[in-house]
């Protein structure tokens, strides 16, 4: 299934009219620096102004006989303005219009990002806070290894997504700067007057040394930035995918009415959403390593970096926005299975209980770590191929007894130890409590021992 995309935004940023839109920003602001700086006639900027358009379908028509879209789009736009337009492009090359546009488009580009940031951590802090105390199994290489709660597996995905956010930012902050220094970045024909209030008009801050081209280590900060994002979004699809499997089925993504999950079994209900954002960053992951090769250039410059460009940033930026809002979709309407999570806890016997026994035997029976390792690896594997309750052997155990007071071994099997420090880790990423009373769901050992496999 491909979900409807319904947030056209994005899209119409790079549309064909909005970049020629954005280099006759880049225009005007030049010529209005002209004449605040009193090289230009504030009327002949009225007239400009006034006649000044663009006509998409004109500048690809000239283009067609130029093979150049900058100066298809001069053209086109001296045809609208006439005599006046001779003051436009002055001392310009055309890299000082398309970098300095750029830097406008990818900052609205990245601003419309950011919000999709801003819901998917209130979402995913949403999700942690109700969710806080819920047990479940902690898994190292796919297999069973102590509990953690569910609240704290999102926990961690929302302190990474805040990190990918501020990185993200920082690279929003390096790519704001325009150059309108002339060809070879040497202000032969413009002042540096000029070019450092156009910049101010258009919000941007000056390349301090641009050659022709702004250089592209911002832009490969930029999407680098996107592709670490990317990168996490696909971590936390890639956990919510296992989740979501017939043998482990803790959570589940919406299904909706009317939805099928196969064409031949009926039955089925797939991860279709987070399979889609696992693909999805794949595009965004590869397009930053285009943006990386776009760094080395000849001199002070070439234009392979050109082509590159009007692709990646157009689907980066689009393909980032989308699975922002998607995944925060995904979740809004993620299905959690509590009883399935205390099911799985069940599953192994309670061995995940077996460093609390070796720790008790080291520390407080008096035992060498490597034997009492040892004995406990052994009541481990016989719990496991007989499928009798680890803590039944442990306490059946005559060296546990032994080593072992009776309050110690009730204290080694409760299931609320594993999150005596839950609040202080979500302390340190959402800040101490201020509004609701810390609230547990523990699932106790008592509960958990009426229903053992």
Known sequence: MIERYTRPVMGEIWALRRRLETWLEVELAVCEARVRLGMLDPEILREIREKAGVDPDRSLAIEEETRHDVIAFLTALEERVGPPARFIHLG???????????????????????????????????????????????????????????????????????????????????????????????YSQIAPEVEALACQILGLGVDPVSTQIVQRDRYAHYFTALALAAGGVERLCLELRHLQRTEVLEVEEGFARGQKGSSAMPHKKNPISAENMTGLARIIRSNSLSALENMALWHERDISHSSVERIIMPDSTILMDYILHRLTGLLTRLRILPDNMARNLRASYGLFFSQKVLMALVEEGKMHRQAAYGHVQALAMRSWQEQRPFEDLVRGDALARQRLAADTLDRLFDLASYLLHEQTIYDRVFGPPDALPYETSFMTAAALSGNRP
């Open 92 to 186: 310009c090359t055309s890299s000082d219009i398309v970098d300095t546009a750029n830097a406008l488009l990818l900052s609205r580009a990245g601003e419309i990002i950011l919000t999709g940031f801003d819901g998917l951590l209130a979402t995913l802090k949403s999700l942690a806070l109700r969710h806080k105390g819920q047990l479940c199994m902690g898994r190292t290489h796919g297999v069973h290894a102590e509990p953690t709660s569910f609240g704290l597996k999102i926990t961690g995905f929302y302190a990474e997504m805040l990190r990918h956010r501020e990185r993200f930012v920082q690279a929003l902050h390096g790519i704001r700067v325009g150059k309108i220094s002339g060809a070879v970045g040497t």
